[in-house]
Structure formats: C-alpha cells, structure tokens
C-alpha cells in the first residue's frame, strides 16, 4: 500500500514537471535564437547562473570569521528568504489568531454576527496594499508595517471560511448530540469544531498564500530586505537575470508552502476522507 502511494505521488510529480520543462525548453529556444532582447529576457541559463550567484556567499570563507555555516548561509538568497519567511510567519499568526476566534463566535453566534459582519463586510474588500501609506505612517519603516499588512491580508480568508465552516455543520450533528444530553463546552469540542476544521484549513491554506503575496509588495515599500525589496534593487539596476531569480525564488518557497499545508491537511483531515485507520 506504501509502495503503491509512493508510486502515485512520484507520478504525479513527473506529470507536474512536464509542462515547467517545456515552457524552460521554449524560453530558452528563443532566447538562444536572439528572438528577443537578452537585457529584457535573458535566458534560463542566465537565470541559473544568477540565482546560484544570488545564492552563494558575497565573501570568501575565512576560519577567523566564524563557522562555516555561518558564513555558508549568509548569502543574500538565503538571508531575504529568510527575512521573508519570519515576516510571513508572524504576520499570519496574528492575522489568523485573531481571526479564528471571532470566526467561530460569529459563526456560532447570531447575535455576535450581527454586531460585527457589517464592518468585516466593509472592510474586507479594501486590498492590504492600500493600507500602505497608512502603515509606513502609523509604524514607520522596518517590520511593523509589513507584519501589519501581511496579518490583514491573512486574518479574512481565515475569518470567513471559519464563519462559513461553523454554520455549515450538519443540522442532524446538533440535534444528535442534543438529544444525547452534551452541554455547549461538548458540543462545540466533540461536534461544530470538528465538523469546521475543514472549512478552517481550507481558510488557513488561503491566507498563507495571500501572507506571502502581501510580503513581496510590503518588503517593495517598507523594508531594505526581503525577496521583494531585492527585486525591487534589481529593477533599479535593470537586473532582469536577478528579478527573474527572485521571482523564480518566490515561486518555489509558495510551492513549498503549499506542498506542506496540503500533507498537513490530509493527515489532519484522514478521518473526514476515511483514511484513518
């Protein structure tokens, strides 16, 4: 059975590269054609050379230095990944703190609902960019502003799929375990939560998502690091090879990401699929 999973995964992997791997073989077919302008598009090759560049350290190793760890992890790749992923993590543990118990009031509470769903309503529309000016004014530069902008962009996908969790759970749950006599503490532990976590996850995958987009665009304005900020100093530059590094960066932490929070939901989640045995 373990054989057999592993076999599947592997495959679906293979099938998952074909499609990169082809667009990798075009762009570079026209880039070594001279179809385009190599400073505007450089080739894959290019784009290599630069984010090994990009992931290597700026000095040589010296003993009286420090550790070799040290010095092999300090280069720039690895150090604005890094910032990066600090400032999503806290930005998404206070949005999605803060959002996942008012979630379930609201999602429990009629009366709670009524109170707050006009202003989440109001409010949730309004893009976390446009809070940057008020941001930068209110907390200044460095990581306050960006973490204040990375936990809006995560507290909404997470409130309101929670809210839409709890009010989705079975009717015939309730009254069953009315009918067996379980007090409010019971019901909501042994029957709304559990009946919720799917809803929740699904809430809690989005956010990150959206943490991580909101961190590129906050590290552009806010900060003097971070993946987006040395995107950002490449443009200055004109340093397409570097931006497209970057971004290529981006977009293999947030596969990462993604990949985790999918294992993690189908190991907490084996009992909803019948997987648990």
């Known amino acids: 059975m373990a054989v057999t999973s592993r076999a599947s995964s592997l495959r679906q992997i293979g099938v998952g590269l074909v499609l990169p791997a082809m667009v990798v073989a075009l762009w570079q077919t026209v880039a070594t054609l001279g179809w385009v302008n190599p400073q505007v598009l450089p080739s894959p090759l290019a784009v290599a050379e630069k984010w090994i560049a990009y992931l290597l350290p700026l000095q040589p190793y010296e003993a009286a230095g420090g550790s070799w760890l040290s010095w092999a992890v300090s280069g720039e790749l690895i150090t604005d990944s890094l910032s990066s992923l600090y400032r999503v993590v806290v930005g998404f543990l206070i949005g999605g703190g803060l959002a996942l118990p008012l979630g379930l009031a609201m999602g429990m509470s009629n009366r709670v609902y009524d109170w707050f769903n006009v202003l989440v309503q109001m409010v949730r529309p309004i893009p976390p960019i446009a809070y940057i000016p008020l941001s930068m004014l209110w907390f200044g530069l460095g990581n306050p502003p960006a973490v204040f902008l990375i936990a809006l962009g995560a507290f909404f996908p997470v409130l309101m799929n929670t809210i839409a969790g709890v009010r989705q759970v079975d009717g015939i749950y309730i009254r069953a375990a009315r009918n067996l006599g379980a007090s409010g503490f019971t019901m909501f532990t042994r029957v709304i939560l559990p009946a919720a976590v799917p809803y929740i996850l699904s809430g809690v995958r989005i956010g990150i998502g959206t943490a991580f987009i909101v961190v590129i ?49 189908n190991y907490l989640l084996r009992w909803h699929r019948g997987l648990e045995n």
């Open 217 to 265: 665009v906050a590290e552009m304005v806010a900060v003097n690091n971070g993946l987006g900020f040395r995107i950002l100093e490449a443009r200055e530059y004109f340093w397409s090879d570097k931006i497209i590094a970057g971004m290529i960066t981006i977009g293999l932490i947030g596969l990462a990401i993604d990949v985790g929070m999918n294992k993690l939901n």
